[in-house]
């Protein structure tokens, strides 16, 4: 339960709302009930006679609490419905924060598919935990005890059968139903992300799984996944009508007691025979409105789950401290050591060096060596384990993550294209004109594309190179950026262009300072450092002349690398 804290304090914070609609909905309850006591009791005196006149106050009551009703039933829907989606906003606002946060660990630990999933339907099935799990009870719990109040008056017996009843549908089900749904815990949730990820892998990877003759397995997984899905499905709705009928039929049992125990003291002498009609209409209207606690197990079971799984977006402790940059200056690792979640080994082992402001840094090293997880540490992407890494001598966790990004140009190793216009792809903002855009175009020899041609999503319909020389375009946009973050951006562009990429970034970079990660050896000439990376330590460092005089590790890649080239 601790879980659904945070929702509680959400829901706290809307108390006018909250209370407002349980006084509506207890004014709306009652005049129900009322209603019907009242039409039982005119129906009773019609029966044996008494002239019309003499039931005109009860007529009148009769109007007033239908018109009563109507209004309060209103002002109920309006005040809960208020107060529900006030709180929904709030728990987005609060999920999505933390989800901001912890958005690259969550990805190591879930599919993209599931994280989706997760984040649309998680939070918007909190939306009933209010409205159909905590407000229920509240108004019952009033109405239940008021009625079963007015009915002692009249019989103590009928009053203790009411009371009976209210013990069974508001504690006595409901906990055993959530007990039973606990213990044989509904998988629908989980067979529903999987089977989301199977359709994903399937309909994304169709051409590999084709070319490699592998499309019938996993054709198959997506249909023991859809097959699994449904019969999850099947029995959590199995499980729910059973617990419906079972709730229904016991409301009309303790209605039926009403009648069978109201006829016996009338026919005793004990309850005058007006109270019959009385107390039946009322018991049915009582137990019809508890109809809607017969869903509630379901809805607490499912929202307990739905926080758990949420609580494991947790706020990294930082947000509050945050300062932003105004400018970047220069930058400090120190003694850095990284794993990912169960990873064998460490990603980076120890790594120190600093990059002063307008240097510029190549990462060499073979595949696997830790190179693009440098990049991730420094954008404050991924969170330090052991050692430090310092913008201007300040933490990097303690520094707004948007406002370093702000500062940094970034071509990633994979970036993505959106689908829509290379317009939209190259994120250009409300100061660029088309003539801006066309121009780095121009200058990445993309020319040939059109602002308004259209990019598919992940920018299948463009080459890799294309995608690379976009890549580049998106950061000539930028060039008042301080640091340019750039992740292999030439991998794989032919020679031509491969140069011209370097001239331009060159050009543009020149008071900037630069870290470059890749596995060329070529173009590091004017580096002013060049760090050899393997399996996450740095093995050697210092600029193109040193190494290559040193006649160590960067020496034996670049004869390795310039006798392939040969
Ligand atoms: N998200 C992740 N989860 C677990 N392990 C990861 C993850 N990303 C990278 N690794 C592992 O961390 C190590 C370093 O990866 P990294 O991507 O930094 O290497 P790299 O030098 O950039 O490689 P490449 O040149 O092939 O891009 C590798 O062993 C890799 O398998």
Redesign the pocket.
Known sequence: MTNLRVVINEILKEKKDVLLSVLFGFIAGMAAIGLFSASGYLLSKAAIGVPLTALTVVIAIVKLLGVTRAFSRYGERYYSHRASFTVLGHIRKTFYRRLDQSFSTLM?KYQSGDLLSRMVGDIESLQTYFLRVLYPPMLLFFIFLTTIFFASFFSFWVAAILFIGFILQILVLPTLFYWWLMKTKSTVRMDRTTLSNDAGEYFFGYKELKIFQHEKTQKNALIKASDQYERSSFNQKRKERLHQTIYTWVGYFIIWLVLAAGAYFVSDGDLNGIYLAVFLLLSITLFENSEVLSALPIHLANSQEVSERLSEVEPTGHEDMKTTVSSLGSLQMEQLTFS??N?LSP?LLDVSFILNRGSKTAIV?P???????IIDLVLGIESTQDGRILWNNELVEKLEPSSLWKHSNVVL?ESHFFYGTVRDNLFADSTHTDADMLKVLERVNLSYLDLDSLVLEKGSNLSGGEKQRLAVARTLLKPEAELWLLD?PTSSLDTKNKDNIYRQLWNETEDKTMLL?T?ELTHLEDMDQIIV?QE?KIVESGTYEELMKRQGEFFQMKQIEDSVLL
Do not use: V
Not at 367 to 373: A, D, I, L, R, V
């Open positions: 190591q990912y979640p990873a990603a090293g595949s696997g060596s830790g190179k693009s997880t190793q292999e990660i596995h990376l996450g």
